[in-house]
């Protein structure tokens, strides 16, 4: 059986691109793209398109008998500084849309389920640096707690009914084709947006609020690799620590000066500094290279020059239009 994809949350940060990978890997009529409203042009003329609402268990359902869906990915979700401002929201979102899905796959209608975690599962009583697999996880921030509270659940149907359950705790994700989604580390994108348009940017961080990061390619080849692994490979059905790179706002503006010499930051932190003093600074992800061979391929350098050239030359592209 070949296997036909749903994601759910496909119009996100991370879920746009997946899409698109998925789609080059699996062909364009196996990857069936959903969210709550429609995308860009580009995702709905790219493959099957499905308006779903991924806490509503009938229409998850009524999509996956269409098109024969044996894999879901469960991209949707509020993230951490817009769960603070929506609570309620934000719980009912990312906890409901997962039961549906699990109870869905106990039920056999599906045989696989990507679901992702977050370094925001942990919190301020957690280590800092080299934050292990397993340790003390006490979140202080409403998508935090749900994150917790959804490995639990994954790893529960995993153990209770066999649902074959994946999942990676993402550290913050870093991409120059899609606009984040109301995150705590959404500095790390807005900064080279602002530093080829602006010559200037503030951020909402302090200066030195050193935290894990990683470039969307590496995130997507991690989320698909972990998913294409041998089931007997994966040890870990909470979630998987995933680490790439470490680094503080200021370390990153000296890495864009060396493109931009003329670049100035300014440092105005807001509440989400004290969702970012919260988390882990390095993260030990041994677990995963060691169980499913994980291997990242961008540092900072080499990040910083791939955003850098692709941002110049999609604006010169615009200007020759």
Known sequence: MSDTILILGACGQIGTEL???LRSIYGKDNV??????????EMMSAGPFEIIDATNQEQILGVIQKY??????????????????????GW?????????VLELAKEKHIEKVYWPSSMAAFGPTSPKMNTPQQTIMEPSTVY?????AGEHWCNYYHDKYG?????????GIISWKTLPGGGTTDYAVD?????????TFECFLSENTRLPMMY?????NATIQLMQADEESIKTRTSYNLAAISFTPKEIAEEIKKYIPNFTITYNPDFRQAIADSWPQVIDDSAARKDWGWRHQFDLASMTKDIITSLQAKAEESAEV
Do not use: H
Request: hydrophobic share 45%; glycine share 4%; no cysteine.
């Open 191 to 199: 900064i080279y947006f602002d530093a080829l348009e602006k010559g």
């Open 68 to 89: 024969k869906v044996n894999q879901v990915y469960l991209m949707a979700a509020m993230l951490s500084a817009t769960a603070e401002k929506y609570p309620l929201k």
């Open 32 to 41: 069936i793209a959903s969210d709550i409203r429609e995308g860009n042009a």
């Open 163 to 171: 649902v074959d359950v994946r999942s990676i705790r993402y550290p």
């Open 19 to 21: 899409t698109q990978k």
């Open 216 to 220: 969307m390619d590496d995130a997507i």
């Open 144 to 148: 935090g707690i749900s994150k917790v």
């Open 92 to 100: 009912d979102l990312n906890m409901t849309s997962l039961l549906a």
